[in-house]
């Protein structure tokens, strides 16, 4: 935990000048922000070799989830939890790369489908055995019970977040 003892140090100096501040919930939010960059950063290493990046991989496994590979870009964008802009960016640079299309809707044809393309679908195929590798690293000898639990409860903070 030393990598985050000078965040702690932080909020121990702001609590000095400004008591009221709350130090338990910014230990969990900075916690959970120190979490989002190591996992990310790990990641992004991991995924160099296959040519793409950490969004690029959420995007393509939200679709690899999904019956038929098909999203249109707002259910993608949900699911990934992207701004639109972003995933039009994302979904620009993966169509360059051949590894999603984009088509018409077969509901609405004013619509467009992104479906996962046999080069997409071959990529995660080929990374799939080093995700499940850096996943497994990155939990370590966390026990099952302490991953449940830890699951419970972010979804419970998940939720708090959505009802506000």
């Not at 965040?7 to 969990?28: G, I, K, S, Y």
């Not at 169509?95 to 393309?117: F, N, P, V």
């Amino acid at each position: 935990m030393s990598s985050f003892l000078p965040t702690e140090q932080r909020l121990a100096v702001t609590r000095q000048r400004h008591p009221a501040f709350p130090r338990e919930p910014a230990v969990l939010i900075r916690l959970i922000r120190h979490i989002f960059k190591r996992v990310h950063d790990d990641a992004n290493a991991m995924l160099k070799p296959y040519g793409i990046n950490h969004p690029e991989y959420n995007l393509l496994m939200m679709l690899y989830g999904t019956e038929g590979y098909t999203l249109h870009p707002t259910e993608l964008a949900d699911a990934a939890g992207e701004k639109s802009a972003n995933i039009t960016r994302l979904t620009n640079e993966l169509a360059e790369k051949g590894l999603i299309a984009r088509q018409a809707s077969d509901e609405d044809r004013r619509k467009i489908a992104l479906t996962l393309t046999e080069q997409g679908l071959a990529l995660i195929e080929n990374f799939l055995p080093a995700v499940c590798a850096l996943l497994e690293r990155q939990i370590g000898d966390m026990q099952p019970r302490d991953m449940a639990q830890l699951e419970k409860l972010l979804k419970k903070f998940l939720a708090q977040l959505e009802r506000e």
